[in-house]
């Protein structure tokens, strides 16, 4: 026998409707939601049915299924209708400490002790980062590494007036995004690298860009001073260009003039750095269970996974159950900095441990457990919700649309890459001149040439949108956007570009053609005819080639001419289509002048769905 209870208009009984306004006490009760969330999971915690919240979307501009996944914003939109509060659920790091320790009261201030700020070095190639740390700890790191380039993250400690400081030495900024595409910001003060004798040079420009974006502290430090050439000032000038005015100008970021030959200037730098985390007054509990992220693993022949990890709050001990991104393990061993063997690391310092049973990956959050089962069950939930995030990190150019109706976007930030510096500043001062409604364009990085994978990573940490005018991509960052879900947009028309990005901030994007690779070929040889046409001998090396597809000449990554496959032959039969692997000749429509490693990319646009 059954029994009906009463509900209300929304379908709802009148004790959900108690439970979903108020709590304890007739307080109104707070939903935690976390960053990302089916649809149908939502509709269980509001206790509402599916296809009411599928309707209330709907009223907003979105159309979703049952099973979709959508971001905490689209959510607040259904709860703010049913008259429910709403916060979101702490990051993922957050989350895996609460869950390891859900018995142990809270830190009260008594509990708290001043832990050692975690700097990273970033710059150009060759300016003299590792040289630079490699001065500070008094050890030879540089001398060892293969032709002199850091190839790996290093994470290293430094004793100063009583202080330890962490320093991560990456191998550029893309490590350094990376761990943040992650979720995970672990760097409290970035210091900029900037050579006196070379100046701002392109990779300098995106390491400044990708701090910025982090929105950590910077403190520049001129090195080689030593060098006859050094002029500070014209550093000084260049980074006021980038809008970093130092305090010598009259502004607020730090500069120290140093040299990693001589040692000159690197206790000023390693004083400033004092102050900097002092008054960022950085604090940590030492006597909880460890939590941090990891910044770098590996896989040793002989000892199996080892994964080098930042202790952010806590304290890790040998033989204590681990849990890191969807892998888990008991620690057997702890190695720090220097190689030695240790039983405990404490809060702000690195080691480097053994003992879990994969891989984790670059900035996945790690938490200590109390036991196996609740490692493993821990370990597998994660690695499900990594998955399920990795489909709705990217906010593509169609969600800016329903986002800015609904007054959520306020800023839409871009990565723009073009095929001159000329073309790369007409463009940036074109979008950052358009506003609708209290949302405008945000361009993180701006450079000249091929998109390439740290232009994807910026923008998967930055929920960017790339943006490429006459510019090709690099086979390895289309790849990498696909599996990170970031979107990529070409085009070779400014006023196209202008228009679908103000349609977009207005709300009214209209439908668009998407490029779309079918094939790329590379010119192995060059074979002149009598009649003065060059036939290009190719070999497929990815998709396919078919004869009269439009195709475009790359030369060094640079988009040199848009043509079309005038005739396609293997060997001496003209043939339709060529597969991947396969070796043929090829006649471009109207372009004779190609050479030998040019590559041919063929690709056809498609309308994309709105």
């Known amino acids: 026998m059954t029994s009906e209870r009463p509900v209300d208009g ?20 707070v939903l935690e939601l976390p960053p990302t969330i089916t649809v149908q999971r939502l509709a269980e915690l509001t206790d509402q049915t599916p296809i009411d919240v599928i309707k209330q979307l709907m009223r907003n501009g979105i159309m ?15 709860t703010a209708a049913f008259g429910i509060r709403t916060s979101m659920a702490e990051p993922e790091a957050a989350v895996a400490a609460a869950s390891a320790s859900k018995s142990r009261p809270a830190d009260d201030d008594s509990h708290l002790v001043t832990r050692s700020p975690v700097v990273t070095i970033l710059g150009h190639v060759d300016h003299g980062k590792t040289a630079l740390l490699d001065a500070i700890r008094r050890t030879n790191v540089a001398e060892h590494e293969v032709g002199g ?13 009583g202080q330890q400081i962490t320093f991560l030495d990456t191998p550029g900024h893309e490590a350094f995004t990376a761990i943040r595409a992650r979720g995970s910001q672990i760097t409290d003060i970035a210091i900029l690298v900037v050579a006196a004798d070379d100046g701002i040079m392109p990779q300098t420009e995106e390491a400044i860009n990708h701090a910025k974006a982090a929105k950590v502290p910077i403190i520049v430090a001129i090195n080689k001073m030593d060098l006859p050439g050094a002029d500070p000032e014209r550093v000084k000038r260049q980074l006021s260009e980038h809008d970093l005015l130092v305090e010598d100008w009259g502004g607020e970021i730090i500069s120290v003039e140093v040299s990693a030959r001589t040692g000159d200037g690197l206790d000023d730098l390693l004083q400033n750095i004092a102050v900097v985390a002092e008054v960022a007054e950085l604090k940590a509990n030492p006597d909880k269970p460890a939590t941090g992220v990891i910044i770098e693993a590996k896989l040793d022949r002989r000892r199996g996974p080892l994964a080098t990890l ?38 702000g310092a690195p080691a480097e441990i053994l003992g879990l049973g994969s891989l984790p990956e670059a900035g996945d959050a790690f938490a200590v457990v109390d036991n196996e089962r609740q490692a493993r069950s821990m370990a597998n939930d994660r690695a499900k919700t990594f998955s399920q995030q990795a489909q709705s990190r990217a906010l593509t150019l169609e969600e800016v649309v329903n986002r800015t109706a609904a007054g959520d976007v306020k800023e839409l930030n871009i990565v723009l890459k073009a095929d001159v510096q000329g073309s790369v500043e007409a463009v940036r001062q074109a979008l950052e001149g358009l506003t609708a409604e209290g949302a405008k364009v945000r361009v993180l990085h701006g450079g000249s040439g091929g998109i390439t994978e740290s232009d994807v990573l910026l923008a998967s940490a930055s929920q960017a949108i790339v943006v490429g005018f006459t510019v090709g991509t690099e086979p390895s960052a289309e790849r990498l956007a696909d599996r990170m879900g970031v979107p990529i947009r070409h085009y070779d028309i400014i006023y196209q570009l202008i228009d679908d990005i103000s349609q977009a901030l207005f ?14 070929a590379e010119i192995r040889e060059i074979f002149p005819t009598r009649q003065g046409v060059n036939i290009a001998g190719c070999r497929v ?6 004869r009269g597809a439009t195709v475009r000449v790359m030369r060094d990554g640079e988009l040199l001419q848009e043509s079309s496959i005038a005739s396609l032959r293997h060997f001496r039969d003209e043939v339709n289509e060529m597969t991947n692997g396969s070796d043929c000749g090829i006649i471009l429509q109207g372009f004779n002048d190609v050479e030998v490693g040019d590559i041919l990319e063929t690709h056809r646009q498609e309308r994309g769905q709105r």
């Open 310 to 347: 930042l202790v952010q709050d806590g304290t890790l001990k040998l033989g204590e159950y681990i849990t890191a991104g969807g892998t888990f393990g008991r620690i057997k061993a702890i190695t720090n900095d220097q190689g030695k063997s240790i039983k405990s690391v404490p809060p």
């Open 541 to 546: 090396t990815e998709g396919r080639i078919t």
């Open 149 to 161: 380039i850091t190839q790996h993250i290093g994470a290293y400690q430094v004793e100063t007036q």
């Open 64 to 78: 979703a299924s049952m099973n979709q996944i959508i971001d905490y914003q689209m959510a607040t939109l259904v």
């Open 10 to 29: 929304r379908g709802r009984s009148p004790a959900s409707n108690r439970a979903a306004g108020q709590g304890r006490r007739g307080q109104p009760r």
């Open 507 to 520: 709300g009214i994007l209209e439908p668009v053609y998407t490029d779309v690779i079918i094939g790329r």
